[in-house]
């Protein structure tokens, strides 16, 4: 056997791979492992650049300090018979004796054991900056420098860890040293099987005096400790805590740091806590891609969908970059199954079930070592896409424990976030992903989600139509992601009489904040008919009464009008047929307004006014001005149409006056708009671009996208000789708007367009 091939023989032997070896030298790209492989087998003998790493790489990594005499020989025979390194020095022999003497104190050989990060570092300069800079003033205060680097699993933390270690290795120069307490690969154990802090200390003050006799109790261990590095600047990691009661007693004199590393919450006197996140680009613009395109610069322009997809968490971008520059797949390939089954293929090929190369097993660590009820609680939790606040929390989880403790110590070990601004808590993708897996009542979880989030939009529509419109939006805005998801649920259960009560309710709660919130034409439409079959399959008349209306709204907005009407009139047969004077009222209005863009003005004028007679009748103020309100802007419409703008401008600014009474901000916008029309049709030109401006701010302030492109493009059409510049900036909104919902009016309005156009050219 030659000498370098020894070297291959204890990394086997140590069960190191050479792809892990050619990390700890900072090897990278597709060529590291054949780099590595060259030099075993002596091809291309490593330089002395890399000396101090093999020092390290043989004693710790290998764990040649076991087998001294084998570290001693292969030195001399691999790195100065066949490479023509120097010979050790004595102080540099990591397990010799050094003759250096400080403030009187004896200090063998300085271990500096950490090593770099086993991956180019990229994507936490914040991060590392606050840290070093907190090493550096508790060294100035002569302050103990402790401080712990919490999150989830796969985030980053042992590597951020070792990038400190060589940021700040001048500030310690008598050595660094790191322990794996292995709390997390022993989770499932009880407490007093896992490393216990006698253990610890003894294996730190073995590896800083070999062969010591050290104190039997730990009263006395922890002093003997305390001595040992009084004196010294050294810095120890104690790498993957499980809890507090691991590392309390590790606590250094002045003048030493230690670096904690947890997915819990550790709670040391005068410890500073660093809590580590994803790489998004909101916080880490460009971190992301960064890491992927260091591993694997063919990933090219791929490199954002890749990371978002990798949910931003540092394990999944390095296991994907990885699988990338190792094996044959391209960006493309992998980019299709990640969309397919994400966490089946965020696995190394070497060794899939090392937590170090396994998103899954990463995940698996964290989830193992909470209790039945807690992984419970995470199963349930799964079903929320994103961000839920306390209250959703608590109608959706079915545990025994107190809501507020549970989240409590799902926060504590990182397997949930808590946004402090919003007072949201939050699962990261790829936890909500792996836990939904595991999730053995699905239907039953989401069902109660889907019903949490139908009462909170029937809060916001309530406060929409109450006179707080504006509150009702943000609220809807806030929630829409779980709505969604909820009124998703029930269509894809309908049948089933939950789900049916869903769809009814869903649809028929959301009538106002719905026409502004979602697609006329993709969404709108099959919303209403699921709400209208569902009251069919429940026998429900009043609620199919109303699936009508909300049915012949969208075919209104994308210009089917005659479908339209169709909807309204089988509605106002229901609500004759029931009695429900209020509902015959809302679907003569609407038939007015219907009738108006098919040009029967008569009718539309007829119907208008007997839905204002109707609701002269109703009960209730509010309903009366509404409805009023409501003829009035069909009135206005209809007289100009018919050349009556003086009659119109009389009709619009009644309206006006009474949306303001009652409060409807969408109202009023509509009211703004008829009376600037009136105002242009009588020559009035400055009232009426005043007023169309106020219409459009009003309209933008809402997100109505019908009133902002109708009064976009009448005021464009005002400003064409002016400022033909802006007008056509005014009129394709409109045009925009009209794409989208592929309205047969929008040939018309791009042959308008072009004209505008041409002239300006």
């Avoid at 492992?33 to 091809?43: A, D, V």
């Avoid at 959706?396 to 808590?418: A, F, N």
Wanted: glycine letters at 6%; one cysteine or more.
């Amino acid at each position: 056997m030659s000498a370098t091939s020894r070297l291959s023989r204890v990394r086997i032997e140590a069960g190191v791979t050479q792809d892990q070896a050619a990390a700890h030298f900072g090897l990278t790209g597709r060529s590291r492992r054949e780099t590595f492989g060259k030099w075993e087998r002596g091809q291309e003998p490593s330089s002395e650049k890399h000396r101090a790493a093999w020092i390290s790489y043989l004693w710790d990594r290998l764990q040649l300090r076991s087998r001294p005499a084998v570290f001693e020989s292969i030195w001399r025979d691999v790195m100065v018979g066949e490479w023509r390194f120097l010979p050790l020095e004595p102080d540099e022999h990591p397990g010799g004796q050094s003759t250096d003497r400080r403030d009187g104190i004896a200090a063998r050989v300085r271990p500096f054991e950490i090593l770099p990060p086993s991956h180019p570092f990229v994507g936490r300069e914040r991060e590392t900056a606050s840290i070093v800079s907190y090493l550096d003033q508790a060294a100035s205060a002569q302050r103990v420098a402790l401080c712990a680097l919490r999150g989830m699993g796969g985030v980053g933390k042992t590597e951020l860890a070792r990038e400190i270690a060589q940021k700040v290795r001048d500030r310690f120069p008598d050595g660094q040293l790191q322990i794996d307490l292995l709390g997390e690969e022993h989770a499932h154990q009880l407490s007093e099987q896992l490393l216990t802090p006698m253990q610890i200390l003894r294996s730190i003050i073995e590896r800083i005096e070999p062969g010591v006799q050290a104190p039997a109790g730990i009263v006395e261990l922890s002093a003997y400790y305390r001595s040992v590095l009084h004196g010294r600047r050294l810095l120890i990691l104690a790498d993957n805590a499980r809890d507090t009661k691991q590392v309390e007693l590790l606590k250094p004199p002045v003048g030493c740091a230690l670096i904690v590393t947890s997915r819990h919450h550790i709670h040391v006197v005068g410890m500073k806590t660093f809590v580590l996140d994803v790489l998004d680009p909101a916080s880490h613009p460009g971190a992301a891609e960064a890491i992927l395109l260091e591993i694997c610069p063919e990933i090219g322009p791929r490199a954002a969908e890749l990371a978002r997809l990798c949910a931003y968490l540092p394990l999944a971008l390095r296991v994907c970059a990885s699988l990338l520059a190792e094996t044959s797949r391209d960006p493309e390939t992998l980019i299709a199954e990640l969309h397919s089954e994400r966490l089946l293929h965020m696995q190394a090929p070497e060794s899939p079930q090392e937590p170090a190369y396994s998103v899954v097993a990463s995940l698996a660590l964290s989830y193992n070592s909470l209790g039945p009820e807690l992984q419970q609680a995470m199963q349930q939790l799964s079903v929320f896409p994103t961000r839920f606040d306390r209250a959703a929390a608590a109608a959706v989880l079915e545990v025994t424990t107190p809501i507020e403790q549970t989240l409590e110590k799902l926060y504590m070990r990182s397997m949930v976030d808590y946004h402090r601004d919003s007072g949201r808590y939050a699962l990261h993708d790829l936890v909500r992903e792996f836990c939904l897996k595991r999730l053995t009542d699905l239907d039953g979880v989401r069902l109660r989600h889907a019903q949490h989030y139908l009462a909170i939009a029937r809060t916001a529509e309530k406060l929409y139509i109450s006179g707080q419109p504006l509150e009702g939006l943000a609220l809807f805005d806030l929630e829409q992601t779980h709505i969604d998801a909820g009124w998703e649920w029930a269509r894809q259960h309908a049948g089933s009489a939950a789900a049916d009560d869903l769809l009814i309710h869903f649809d028929g709660t959301l009538f106002y904040i719905g026409d502004l919130r979602y697609d006329s034409r993709t969404e709108r439409i099959w919303q209403a008919e699921a709400m209208r079959d569902a009251a069919t399959r429940q026998g429900r008349r009043y609620e199919l009464m109303l699936s009508y209306n909300n049915l012949a709204v969208p075919f209104f907005r994308t210009g089917d009008y005659r479908e339209a009407i169709s909807a309204f009139e089988a509605g106002l047969a229901l609500a004759r047929e029931l009695g429900d004077a209020m509902q015959e009222g809302n679907f003569l209005n609407n038939l007015g307004f219907a009738l108006i863009k098919t040009g029967e003005l008569d009718k539309a004028i007829e119907y208008s006014k007997a839905r204002i007679a109707v609701a002269a009748h109703l009960s209730e103020r509010r309903a009366v001005l509404r409805a009023e309100a409501a003829g009035m802007a069909n009135l206005a419409d209809a007289y100009l149409r018919r050349g009556d703008a003086e009659l119109s401008l009389a009709c619009a600014q009644r309206g006006h006056e009474l949306t303001v009474e009652y409060g409807d901000r969408r109202g009023q916008c509509t009211a703004l708009g008829n009376m600037a029309s009136a105002y242009r049709d009588l020559g009035q030109r400055e009232l009426a671009i005043q007023f169309f401006g106020e219409a459009i701010a009003l309209a933008e302030e809402l997100k109505d996208m019908e009133e902002l492109s109708e009064s976009s493009w009448k005021l464009g059409q005002m400003l064409a000789d002016r400022e033909p510049t802006r007008a056509l900036a005014l009129m394709s909104v409109r045009i925009e708007h009209l794409e989208a919902l592929k309205h047969p009016d929008l040939l018309q309005h791009q042959a308008e367009f072009k004209e505008l156009c041409d002239r300006m050219t």
